[in-house]
């Protein structure tokens, strides 16, 4: 019992893991209650029971399991996180439960699977079910079948995936086990219900006896579709519905949505795919050529048998596809025919969508066989054509139906009519639209009128076909020219056709579903037409009511329009003059018609006036408009001689055409005859108005085509150049829309070669005006004419540049439903294309096209397929040269696609490259008839996109775009094709694929539903291992869900395994938060588009001219039908709108917020917002860019900033350009906005847009350098490298503009990271982008000196270097040109700089520099002024670098390098840290004059290279928070100012850095910075030392604000612990010499208030010894202190520096523990190395000898024996005269009691040490001769010896040589004497050569060998300097022997000191003294461990190069 009661107390998620069944089933229990009490389902409780819900389902115990498993399902019920569990849980039911004998269990467990079906865990579910029908126990087959029939039964096939289920059946239908046959066969019996007979071809492979009951239980099942019982959680919608419908025993309106769930299974897609190319007979290419017949009947006949099969595998069938076209196209034997068209039938069915790459090939040849007469053929030809337009568009195959419909063969004609017709039933309205309509009725109306009857007929079925899909108010206005009995015909067919929707189901419903969908298109003309009619008659009425054109109008207006004639278009037909008179005799008075020929001119002219007056009363329906203008033509007609009588019958023709209704025939009658007048002085403007109103009646684009062709007839040049002239002017009132181009083209040409300039001259306006709406396709008819011609041209189309076309004031009277009905529809054309593609479109349609299918010969075609790759070329050239001479294609190109896409795999690279350019030039040439060769060109190049090299997968991207430009997306998005490229497991296909689709996704408003079928292979890219891949595919993400939907991604995301999901779904939710929104449909952009006119033009055109600016939706849907005349009620609002707007625009432009741009700095640095980072725009961040002005723009401006139409945007921008001064602060804060907005810019093709912003650019950079602002890193990101795309423009304007910008940048940005923009710039593709980077890289090398150079000079020449060898000559002469810009400043440098460069490179590079041999520049007398002058015109627009060597550019930076520099050019070999030393500048007496200018630029130049030409302040607020909240480079400009050579600068930048150092809250920001602080004031401390002080002139109480100002700082500093640690030893080092030097000034003292000053630093002193890092500061004492021995420094000096020693050891007690100890030990040893004890004696004093043995002495009684453990980082410890003494004090600690002990046994302590050296001598001895004696090491043992003799000169060496032989003994002594005398002289080399002296000029030895261990010296130090290690040899003066070399005591402050500290690293980086120390880590192990560690330093420069001579051997012998 005891047992038992120990599990009661456990709590119940504990109890179900128990050992005891009991204590499960009781925990199972309570487990069960608890779900069912917890009320949320999100509740944490839920989480504990994750991990158990299996054990639940699993547990062994059959009672405690049934308990389980009823817990188990109440956890799925109701808990949130249940769905985790699914796989894992079903997986144990179908495994533990289904083999249970228990029902209740089996019962309880399918109740888990549908619970989680429920849940939305569908797919997780049937995977595990049909994983347990492969399961090998029956019992659980039948439970898992038994489950998914249940389930499929409750929830329906939506949500039940059938195609895996159908896959298992037959297997099934096999199984051994009775049972398991019974249940699959109730499941079939299931399935049928839901899909019907799409489950039949799955099950042909069951028994007869099995298939024969299915039939007889099928049977049996009710014709009703089933319906879904049981719902989704996400259901619940249809849930209610359910239970709504069960209530009221069910609905009739239901029956729709299940029909679709019936249709929604497609047979096909059960079926598994079999692969057929392998199976092929193996001889059957061969067979299929054979001479006999019945050979090619087998080989046709296998196929035919292979095809048979309803799925096939897709493959390449190229090969096949082309043998089967043959025999179909050119097989004299007709059966053989027959069986070939089945056999592509078969395929097209087997294969669908994939068969539509081939399409385009088959359907000529099978349109042309149909002139076959035999039934059979013909039958089977038409099963093929069906099948395959089953697999690709209408569109794709229109070229090829269009051009047989002129054949000649009427059986041809007629079977393509029927084709159509049986097209058109699989159509929809949105599969045809009016684009592909259109030109199929003109032709099917041809047909109608066609001689054979059966012609005739097919049209008509084809016509009453494409009325019933799309409607009857579409297709109308192409029927306009056909009678009614014709109409009637077309509209009965159309009764006839049962449309393919209407075939499935029964009988009634297939009735029924066409019938009901037929009434809304029928309905729609009155509703859309009915307010554009009003409104026209309104617009009738104003131009004197004449008798309207239009046809059918559902719905006139009563009294308007009494007749309602049956068409579209009024027609009439000729009348006889007879009848034509008796008619005008009705309405005319008798008189007027007597007298119209009467041979007196004046009753002529009354009888007119009679008829004018007759006309103006007589109502329009009444008007004979044919009668009167024949009557009007009757002789004298237009020979009419009196001009007055003329004039009076033109007005009279103008009248009727306005006010009748006038008809194409009555202006047939009169054309000729105004055409004739319209040339005339006296008549000509009488004879334009009556052309104009005839525009008006019957419509401007046939009007313009008749009057052209008549005035061409003629030879009337005068008739001519005004017909054009008019027209001309016509289309200016009129609009573009509808003309027919082609129309008069020809007409135009031969006017521009007339040799009368009138005529020429017309031709050309009329071109200008035409180009204003068509564009640059124009130019295209025109390429061919002469130059000159064409110059005339160009001028003409450039004056219209940039113009907008003007809102029409004409309309056609008929125009009012038609338009109407061409614009509800038009926008669809576009698919998304943007607002001008239908215009464009419709333009590139009117292209004379060549068909040059003949010239692609089987010869060419064989050529491009050659072995020879020789030949492949030739082949592709001769293609090339094909499509050049043709210029403009049809579609039709034969076999060339199947041979160009051979090529684009080709193993020659070269050749696929041509092979890309050829379809690049296919495209253009073809225009939109490529569509059609999508499949079977496109794709491959897709392909190509995965090629491994660069160069070709960027042509390969280039071809891409260009055919998408033609062909739109919607080809290439359909069918797997995409799917299978995206498959390949290729990085580069990948990543580039993705880019594209990421670029491309978001401009469409539609796509596919095939794009779904790329979703798992897009995830599988989020996974792949290559990283540019993942990030392109989360790129992608977003632009898939905008058109896919978060759910259907989602859902994708189910079938990854669990691990993959998770990843994928968090992407997913990011993609959500950024998906971009639809674009908007074009047609609320354009305001209803006409047919043939780019969006712009169609604006204008359907618009008054009075609502032209208003951006107001409603308003502009109102006016859609595009009427001028009804300005009252309309009219009005939109003008007092737009009254209010211009109100609104007179507030402020920009709204300044506080703060606003640095929490945008801060939201994209947290990641909250999305970096401005993009290779072209995307839609989300248009959107985010939208969001972050609308707080801080004005609404309108906003508005217009984003608006549609360009023009809106070069408004904006002169607003912009107004305001830019009156709101300049605004404008600052807002600049981050205005400059990302404008790179948008940058990515519009509109020249006139670009050209604004750049000038509006150079006018803001003017205006940011006057208020002294500088950029922020955040704001140059996100623009300056999207100005340099702008720089490779083609248009040089643009160009110099960019430049200019460029050069205003380094105003207000530092010219150092404008660098690396520019070098990432000279990576692009665009040759002309990098020279013109590498151009400017050269002009800021020139003009800012190496300092620009980042990361370091060395890499960027050696990437600079890379472009000489570039293809482009522009680029290489870029390249060279800087180089050598970089040889003017540092000279033969270069070379080094540049690294290895091919021979051919190097000479170019040679022979460049020799040629722009450096001139030398005269310095000018006062370099201020040419500066001054230079700064005083900032806001020149066009300035820019002047592209010429230095000497164009004469400023104070280019005096300071040539008086620096006059002994470097012959010294090639000088690293960049000795280029040019501060100390010799400030000391070089020489120059002395010179010095402020040349010292305060270096200075400036080294800090901050922003600052040259010269230095600028910004204006900084006094209170730091814009400093606060910036960059840190605002802080480096600020430093950088402490050390300017203009006290005022300095003391303004000391005094903003003290207000922040007084904010304990704002002080962090100097964190990193405190180094480049310290530095920047030694460098003034230096300055005012060597300059201000010497300097007469100064005021000396500026000095002591200065000095005030500095010492006020530097206490802030150091009161501040945290900031005070971070300065680093070098620059303490420099700043307590500094320091000191300042207390030791005895000129201060003189100075008023210089007492205060020196109290001040005294007190400074003591605050930096306490505050900064112990360590660091003991060791910059020491090197101090040793530097000031070596140098014999004033003894006052070296005490200063002791007495802050004893400052320190006094706190050591205290600080011991954060003291690097080994590190001070090294310090010591250094020291003591030396200065050994020897020198220390010679000094007059003890103090340094007791200071030190102080210090060691106090650390050892501090750390006792433990101190031995810290001399870890000296190297050769047995050397080290600091161990010994150390071993010493601690032996002796004990009886050490204070200083006068140490000092009492200092005696004893020596000759200690004396005993151990002794005991060591013998072995170092030893070993040094053991050396000498080996042949490798003999010299490295001489060098040791002669170093020992130095150091013990009293060494006895005779022992180890008495046993030697005496040539030994003489190689041993000659081998000293060598090295003493090289020594020698190499001491008073170097003293000159590394060491720069005072007094004497800088200067290297000529003999380079000599220079190079100075050389590694220095980079020796600087490294170890970096490192935190202290550097060895620190004397600074030379060695003991050269006194007079010694600097006097002023030149300690501004001598170089000699540690590598804050002027080392000035020259290698100031912008970046904090670097990183993981960087340098390694160099610092690779240092500590070498050993040239222990030798750094010694007593004389002689004995350093010794020591790096020896180092160096070391390293070399260690390399060999």
């Not at 219900?193 to 492979?205: E, F, M, T």
């Not at 004005?1194 to 921008?1213: G, N, P, S, T, Y």
Request: charged content about 30%.
């Amino acid at each position: 019992m005891g047992d038992d009661s120990e599990w009661i107390k456990l709590p119940i998620d504990q109890k179900c893991e128990h050992k005891v069944w009991k204590a499960r089933l009781n925990g199972y229990e309570e487990a069960l209650k608890l779900f069912q009490k917890i009320g949320d389902e999100k509740s944490p409780e839920w989480g504990k029971y994750l991990g158990l819900i299996k054990k639940f389902v699993t547990d062994s115990n059959a009672v405690a399991q049934l308990k389980g498993l009823e817990a188990a399902l109440a956890f799925i019920e109701n808990a949130h996180v249940a769905g985790k569990t699914a796989g894992e849980v079903v997986s144990g039911v179908v495994t533990k439960v289904f083999n249970q004998p228990k029902a209740r269990a089996k019962e309880l467990g399918t109740d888990i699977c549908l619970m989680y079906i429920e849940i939305e865990k569908a797919e997780v579910v049937q995977d595990e079910l049909l994983k347990g029908v492969d399961n090998k126990n029956p019992k659980i087959v039948v439970s898992c079948i038994e489950t998914l029939r249940k389930a499929l039964s409750e929830f329906g096939s939506k949500i039940i995936t059938l195609k895996p289920i159908v896959k298992i059946l037959s297997k099934q239908f096999e199984s051994r086990e009775k049972a398991v046959r019974d249940e699959v066969k109730l499941l079939a019996v299931e399935i049928y219900k839901w899909i019907r007979d799409a489950l039949r071809p799955p099950l042909q492979n069951i028994t007869s006896v099995q298939l024969k009951e299915l039939e007889e239980e099928w049977v049996k099942l009710p014709s009703s579709p089933p319906k879904q019982t049981r719902f989704l959680r996400s259901q619940q919608d249809l849930k209610a519905k359910f239970e709504q419908q069960q209530a009221h025993t069910g609905d009739q309106s239901d029956g729709d949505d299940e029909e679709e769930t019936v249709a929604a299974v497609d047979p096909y897609e059960l079926l598994e795919a079999v692969e057929i190319l392998s199976k092929m007979p193996k001889d059957f290419y061969d067979k299929i050529e054979a001479k006999k017949w019945q050979e090619r009947k087998e080989a046709l006949e296998a196929i035919e048998a292979l095809t048979k099969n309803p799925k096939l595998e897709n493959g390449d069938y190229g090969d096949l596809v082309r043998a089967l076209k043959k025999v179909v196209g050119k097989d004299a034997n007709v059966m053989l025919v027959t069986v070939a068209a089945k056999c592509l039938a078969a395929l097209a069915s087997g294969l669908r969508k994939k068969f539509g790459t081939y399409a385009g090939q088959v359907v000529p040849t099978i349109l042309e066989k149909f002139k076959e007469k035999k039934p059979q053929v013909v039958q089977a030809l038409q099963e093929a054509i069906d099948a395959i337009f089953l697999t690709t568009t209408l569109q794709n195959l229109s070229e090829d139906i269009l051009a047989v419909m002129d054949n000649k063969n009427p059986s041809i004609k007629q079977q393509a009519s029927l084709f159509l017709a049986r097209s058109f039933r699989h159509c929809t309205q949105a599969t045809l639209p009016k684009s592909v309509l259109k030109p199929f009725c003109a032709a099917l109306i041809k047909q109608v009128n066609d001689s054979a009857p059966e012609v005739r007929d097919a049209a008509f079925e084809a016509l009453g076909t494409a009325m019933k899909v799309v409607g009857e108010k579409a297709v109308n206005p192409f029927l306009s020219d056909l009678d009614k009995l014709k109409l009637d015909k077309i509209k009965e067919s159309a009764d006839k056709v049962e449309l393919a929707g209407g075939k499935k189901g029964a009988g009634g419903g297939g009735e029924k579903k066409p019938a009901a969908k037929a009434p809304p298109p029928a309905e729609a003309p009155p509703k859309s037409s009915a307010p554009p009619r009003k409104t026209q008659t309104g617009a009738a009425g104003k131009s004197s009511a004449g008798p309207s054109k239009k046809g059918k109008p559902t719905c006139a207006v009563a009294g308007k329009t009494k007749k309602t004639p049956e068409s579209k278009e009024f027609t009439e037909t000729e009348l006889s003059v007879e009848v034509c008179e008796e008619r005008a005799a009705g309405v005319l008075p008798a008189s007027c018609v007597q007298l119209l020929d009467s041979s007196n001119w004046k009753e002529r002219l009354a009888s007119m006036e009679e008829f004018q007056r007759a006309v103006e009363t007589m109502d329009k329906v009444e008007m004979p408009c044919q009668a009167l203008v024949r009557m009007l033509a009757k002789k004298p007609g237009w020979k009419e001689t009196n001009f007055q009588v003329m004039q009076m019958k033109l007005h009279i023709v103008a009248l009727v055409a306005q006010r009748g209704q006038f008809s194409k025939t009555s202006a047939f009658v009169v054309l000729d005859g105004l055409v004739d007048k319209v040339g005339d002085i006296k008549c000509g403007g009488k004879a334009k108005e009556g052309l104009t109103a005839i525009g008006e009646a019957c419509s401007l684009p046939w009007t313009a085509e008749q009057v052209v062709s008549m005035a061409f007839a003629q030879k009337n040049p005068k008739n001519q150049a005004e017909t054009l002239n008019w027209l001309a002017n016509a289309m200016r009132e009129f609009g573009f829309a509808g003309i027919n181009v082609k129309g008069f083209i020809n007409n135009v040409k031969t006017a521009l070669g007339a040799t009368n300039p009138a005529v020429r001259t017309s031709a050309i306006t009329l071109l200008g005006v035409m180009y204003l709406y068509m564009g640059a396709p124009l130019r295209m008819f025109f390429e061919d004419e002469k130059p000159a011609l064409l110059s005339q041209i160009d001028a003409e189309f450039e004056k219209m540049q940039g113009q907008s076309p003007p809102a029409p004031i004409r309309f056609t009277k008929k125009s009012g439903a038609v338009e109407e009905g061409d614009e509800g529809e038009e926008p669809e054309e576009d698919g998304g294309g943007g607002g001008g593609g239908g215009g464009g479109q419709d333009i590139m349609d009117l292209l004379p096209r060549t068909d040059i299918g003949d010239k692609i010969t089987s010869d060419l075609v064989s050529k491009i397929g050659d072995k020879n790759w020789k030949i492949r070329k030739e082949g592709l050239d001769e293609a090339a040269a094909i499509i050049s001479e043709a210029k403009f294609i049809t579609a039709n190109i034969g076999d060339l696609p199947m041979a160009l896409k051979g090529r684009l795999g080709d193993s020659n690279k070269i050749l696929v490259q041509q092979a890309l350019t050829l379809l690049q030039q296919l495209s253009t040439a073809m225009g939109p008839g490529l569509k059609q060769h999508v499949k079977a060109l496109g794709i491959p190049i897709v392909t190509v996109l995965g090629d491994s090299k660069p160069n070709v997968r960027a042509a390969a991207m280039t071809t891409l775009q260009a055919w998408v430009e033609q062909t739109g997306m919607k080809e290439w998005l359909e069918g797997e094709d995409l799917s299978e490229e995206l498959k390949k497991e290729n990085p580069f296909l990948r990543q580039e694929l993705l880019g594209w689709l990421a670029e491309k996704l978001p401009t469409l408003r539609t796509v596919p539903g095939d794009l779904m079928l790329c979703v798992p292979h897009l995830y599988a890219c989020l996974e792949d291992r290559n990283g540019d891949v993942r990030k392109k595919a989360q790129d992608a993400l977003p632009t898939f869900m905008m058109h896919l939907g978060y759910d259907k991604m989602e859902k994708a995301a189910g079938k990854l395994k669990s691990a993959s999901k998770d990843q994928v779904l968090a992407m997913l939710e990011k993609a959500r938060a950024v998906m971009p929104a639809k674009p908007a449909p074009p047609a609320k952009t354009g305001g209803g588009k006409g047919s043939a006119e780019p969006s712009r033009a169609a604006s204008a055109s359907r618009q008054p001219a009075s609502e032209d600016v208003v951006d107001n939706k409603p308003e502009v849907k109102k006016v859609r039908g595009g009427v001028a005349g009804k300005k009252g009620a309309a009219g009005k609002k939109p003008a007092a709108k737009s009254q209010k707007d211009d109100e609104d625009r007179s507030g402020p432009i920009f709204i300044l917020i506080a703060n606003a741009k640095e929490q945008r700095i801060k939201d994209e640095k947290q990641l909250k917002i999305l970096k401005w980072n993009f290779t072209t725009p995307r839609d989300e961040y248009l959107e985010q860019l939208k969001t972050q002005m609308s707080t801080c723009f004005a609404k309108w401006l906003q508005d217009e900033l984003f608006h549609f139409d360009f023009q809106r945007h070069v408004k904006a921008i002169g607003v912009m350009i107004e305001r830019l001064e009156s709101e300049s602060d605004a404008t600052i804060g807002c600049l981050d906005l205005i400059l990302k907005w404008f790179t948008l810019r940058f990515f519009d093709t509109n020249t006139t847009v670009l050209m604004k912003v750049l000038e509006y650019l150079k006018l803001m950079f003017a205006m940011l350098n006057r208020e002294n602002y500088h950029l922020t890193e955040y704001e140059a990101n996100s623009f300056v490298p999207y100005l340099i795309l702008k720089v490779g423009e083609p248009k040089d304007v643009v160009r110099k503009d960019v430049r200019a910008i460029l050069t205003m940048l380094c105003k207000v940005y530092p010219a150092s990271k404008v660098f690396p923009f520019l070098m990432d710039g000279t990576k692009s593709k665009n040759s002309k982008q990098r020279a013109e980077c590498l151009e400017e890289l050269g002009c800021l090398i020139e003009g800012y000196g190496m300092n620009v150079c980042q990361p370091t000079p060395a890499k960027s020449l050696k990437e600079i270097a890379v472009h000489i060898g570039d293809r482009d000559t522009s680029v290489r002469n870029a390249a060279l040109n800087t180089v050598v810009a970089v040889y003017n400043v540092c000279g033969d440098q270069v070379y080094k700089l540049i690294g290895n460069l091919s021979e051919k490179d190097m000479s170019m590079l040679e022979e460049r520099i020799k040629r722009s041999a450096k001139k030398t520049i005269a310095a000018p007398a006062k370099p201020s002024a040419t500066e001054r002058s230079q700064k005083e015109h900032p806001t020149n627009p066009n300035a820019t670098f002047l592209r010429k060597p230095l000497q164009d550019d004469p400023n104070k930076l280019n005096q300071a390098r040539q008086n620096a520099q006059h002994s470097e050019s012959s010294h090639p070999s000088i690293p960049k840290e000795f280029q040019l030393d501060l100390d010799m500048i400030e000391m070089d007496q020489n120059r002395v004059c010179e010095l402020p200018d040349l010292v305060q630029h270096k200075l400036d130049e080294l800090l901050e290279p922003i600052m040259i030409p010269e230095p600028k302040m910004r204006a900084i607020s006094p209170h730091f928070d814009d400093l606060h909240n910036s960059t840190s480079s605002t802080i480096n400009f600020v430093i950088s100012q402490v050390a300017s050579g203009d006290i005022n600068n300095s003391i303004q930048a000391l005094a903003q850095i003290d207000e922040v150092l007084r904010q304990e809250d704002k002080a962090e920001v100097m964190s990193g910075h405190i180094d480049q602080f310290l530095i920047a004031t030694f460098m003034q401390l230096r300055l005012i030392y060597s300059t201000h002080m010497a300097d007469d002139r100064l005021d000396k109480r500026d000095i002591i604000k200065l000095y005030s100002c500095i010492i006020g700082n530097m206490l802030s500093l150091f009161s501040m612990e945290s900031l005070a640690r971070e300065a680093s030893m070098g620059v303490l080092k420099d700043l307590m010499h500094g320091l000191i030097t300042l207390m030791l000034d005895a000129r201060v003292e003189d100075i008023e208030d210089g007492q205060q000053v020196i109290r001040s630093v005294n007190m400074l002193v003591t605050r930096v010894l306490e505050k900064s890092d112990q360590t660091n500061v003991i060791s910059a004492l020491l090197v101090l202190l040793q530097d000031s021995l070596v140098t014999t420094a004033p003894t006052m000096f070296s005490e200063l520096i002791m007495k802050c020693l004893w400052r320190i050891i006094r706190f050591l007690p205290e600080t011991i523990d954060s003291i690097n100890l080994d590190r001070i030990l090294l310090d010591v040893h250094n020291f003591m190395k030396v200065c050994p004890k020897e020198k220390l004696k010679q000094l007059k004093g003890d103090v340094p000898h007791r200071t030190l043995k102080t210090l060691l002495h106090t650390l050892c009684k501090l750390k006792g024996a433990e101190i031995l453990d810290h001399l870890s980082m000296i190297e050769n410890r047995n050397e080290s005269e600091l161990e010994a003494h150390l071993r010493r004090v601690v032996k002796h600690s004990g009886n050490l009691s204070g200083l006068k002990s140490d000092r009492g046994n200092e005696k004893t302590g020596l000759r200690t040490e004396d005993r151990m050296s002794k005991a060591k001598v013998s072995d170092i001895l030893s070993e040094i001769f053991k050396k000498i004696g080996s042949k490798e090491n003999a010299k490295e043992g001489l060098t040791e010896l002669y170093e020992y003799k130095q150091k013990y000169s009293d060494a006895d060496l005779k022992p180890y040589l008495k046993n030697t032989s005496q040539f030994f003994q003489s190689y041993v002594e000659r081998g000293l004497r060598m090295i003493e005398s090289e020594r020698e002289g190499k001491a008073r080399t170097q003293t000159s050569a590394v060491i720069p002296q005072h007094g004497v000029d800088f200067s290297l030895s000529s003999n380079n060998e000599e220079v190079k261990p100075a050389v590694y010296y220095e980079r020796l130090k600087i490294l170890r300097q970096r490192q935190g290690l202290e550097n060895t040899s620190r004397g600074v003066g030379g060695s003991e022997d050269e006194p007079q070399q010694r600097p006097p005591i002023s030149s300690l402050l501004s001598s170089k000191p000699s540690v590598a500290s804050s002027t080392d690293m000035l020259h290698s980086k100031l912008s970046q003294l904090k670097e990183s120390r993981e960087l340098y880590q390694q160099e610092h192990n690779a240092h500590s461990h070498s050993p040239t560690h222990a030798h750094t330093r010694s007593a004389s420069p002689a004995a350093n190069l010794d020591d790096l001579k020896k180092r160096l051997e070391r390293i070399k012998s260690k390399r060999q």
